[in-house]
């Protein structure tokens, strides 16, 4: 028996996002249980950026030619992790001979829509509950997306699928002689629903701010909030030994689903001060990992209170091996 698993995906490989940093991380457990792990991305055919929003990439092609693409790799379980014209065409093809397959819901696609084209949430919705329709599983990333899914009329079969992280990479280390300015640091896209405004405009004391991560708001960001230092994007130990070194992580963002980058700095033993909303309320521990507050200041002045030790040992909860565990019990096969 085989068991070669296909994720159908509109993300490039090389792309740094939670969507595709969760499958690359599941890889070597599946190879470990005798799975095999194919992608099915826009790098297989034409593809273009998405007017406004140049890090999703349009593929150029069709639900045939997807379907043949399909039928050559022959998986024994397929799972749709986006929904864009890759997860269009893949979807459609697979509904019309009969394949079954599961579906994720990473990212708050009506809300970012609204965000960046206007597009009403009473429009989008709709079709992102048709598109999820025909899924064995809907695998999303916390048990409130789970109860907003079903609030917005999935079925029953949706899963909360957790998160976790890298500990070769991020983990404590030594760090400089704490001194002022207080160091406040971002991880993040650059992108207008990610509401970087509030970290940017955070009156906070004698602070140093830093923002990693790129995005087509970057350029318009730089000009406007000249005293916040933008570092780019950053991987590996890089990215690290900025979480190592800050003193609190500030996530600004009120429309994640979880927010990889908040775990990640738990990891490296820094507290997280963000909104009480989805994905914060899910990954914080209020007043152990972070603090959550509609001000943010004082979420911030609250964080640098907290034990980073503690910060990091309660950290140890999130695993990659636990969130594919539950990707692997949750496969369906196709016939």
């Not at 809300?111 to 599983?137: A, M, Q, Y």
């Not at 079903?150 to 976790?164: A, E, M």
Request: net charge positive.
């Amino acid at each position: 028996m085989t068991n070669r698993i296909l994720i159908v995906t509109d993300n490039l490989p090389d792309q740094i996002n939670g969507v595709v940093t969760t499958y690359k991380n599941i890889e070597s457990y599946a190879t470990r249980d005798g799975y095999d792990i194919h992608y099915l991305n826009p790098r297989r055919y034409r593809y273009v950026d998405c007017p406004k929003y140049n890090e999703v990439k349009l593929a150029l092609t069709t639900p045939t030619a997807v379907g043949k693409t399909i039928k050559e790799i022959n998986p024994d379980y397929i799972h749709i992790s986006t929904e864009g014209p890759m997860g269009l065409f893949a979807r459609r093809y697979l509904t019309i001979h009969g394949y079954r397959y599961n579906t994720a819901y990473h990212t708050k696609f009506p809300e970012g829509i609204k965000e960046i084209l206007g597009i009403p949430e009473t429009v989008t919705w709709p079709l992102i509950r048709w598109f999820h329709s025909n899924s064995n599983r809907v695998l999303t990333t916390t048990e409130t997306m789970v109860k907003e899914l079903r609030n917005h009329g999935f079925k029953d079969n949706v899963v909360s699928w957790t998160r976790g992280v890298d500990r070769n990479i991020f983990k404590p280390s030594h760090r400089k002689t704490k001194s002022l300015p207080t160091v406040l640091i971002c991880v993040s896209r650059v992108s207008a629903e990610k509401n970087l405004e509030a970290f940017f405009e955070l009156n906070y004391p004698n602070c140093k701010k830093i923002m990693v991560g790129g995005g087509p708001k970057l350029e318009e960001y730089k000009s406007k909030y000249p005293h916040v230092e933008f570092v780019g994007f950053k991987r590996g130990a890089e990215l690290a030994y900025y979480y190592q070194q800050a003193d609190a992580f500030v996530f600004p963002s009120r429309w994640d689903t979880f927010g990889l980058v908040m775990i990640e700095a738990m990891a490296c033993g820094t507290p997280v001060a963000a909104y009480p909303v989805q994905g914060p309320v899910d990954v914080i521990e209020q007043g152990i990992t972070g603090f959550m507050s509609e001000n943010l200041y004082c979420a911030v002045e609250k964080c640098l209170a907290l034990d980073r030790e503690i910060v990091y040992n309660q950290s140890l909860r999130w695993s990659w091996e636990a969130a594919w565990q539950i990707f692997r019990d949750n496969l369906i096969r196709v016939r």
